[in-house]
């Protein structure tokens, strides 16, 4: 798979996500891929227990991609995700094989308030949820 099909690939992955079309948006996994969230320790192995995951979260989200990087094997997306209109800051890492994504890492963050010792070195960004 070249570039810009895995770009095609994931683009249409994330606006799926953001539709909930649970049945496009994991057509970009393996059967047997893996899917790991570090901050609560959770990994899901399989394709349909990735979908099963996603299809069972009660919560209303949205996806809103800020930026996708990546060559080869490995890409990066960063992207907003809003659950009931929270946004968390997000990054997901896939490695892929064989054209599909074997392996995924999802890190989440949470907003925060600004450091004022630091207020005379920054300017605001737009960090509003999608």
Same mark, same amino acid.
Request: zero cysteines; charged letters at 30%.
């Given at each position: 798979?070249?570039?810009?099909?895995?770009?095609?690939?994931?683009?249409?992955?994330?606006?799926?996500?953001?539709?909930?079309?649970? $049945?496009?948006?994991? &057509?970009?996994?393996?059967?047997?891929?893996?899917?790991?969230?570090?901050?609560?320790?959770?990994?899901? @192995? *399989?394709?349909?227990?990735?979908?099963?995951? @996603?299809?069972?979260?009660?919560?209303?989200?949205?996806?809103?991609?800020?930026?996708?990087?990546?060559?080869?094997?490995?890409?990066?997306?960063?992207?907003?995700?809003?659950? $009931?209109?929270?946004?968390?800051?997000?990054?997901?890492?896939? &490695?892929? @094989?064989?054209?599909?994504?074997?392996?995924?890492?999802?890190?989440?963050? $949470? @907003?925060?308030?600004? *450091?004022?010792?630091?207020?005379?070195?920054?300017?605001?960004? $737009?960090?509003?949820?999608?």
């Amino acid at each position: 798979m070249d570039d810009r099909t895995v770009r095609a690939a994931l683009e249409r992955h994330w606006s799926a996500s953001d539709a909930s079309d649970f $049945d496009v948006e994991h &057509e970009i996994y393996r059967d047997d891929a893996v899917l790991d969230y570090p901050q609560s320790g959770e990994r899901i @192995r *399989g394709r349909r227990n990735i979908q099963q995951s @996603r299809t069972v979260q009660p919560n209303n989200k949205r996806f809103s991609v800020r930026r996708i990087v990546g060559s080869g094997d490995l890409w990066v997306t960063e992207f907003v995700l809003a659950y $009931d209109g929270a946004p968390s800051y997000a990054v997901s890492i896939m &490695e892929f @094989r064989e054209g599909r994504v074997a392996n995924e890492t999802q890190y989440f963050a $949470d @907003r925060f308030d600004p *450091g004022p010792s630091r207020a005379h070195l920054v300017e605001p960004v $737009d960090a509003a949820p999608p």
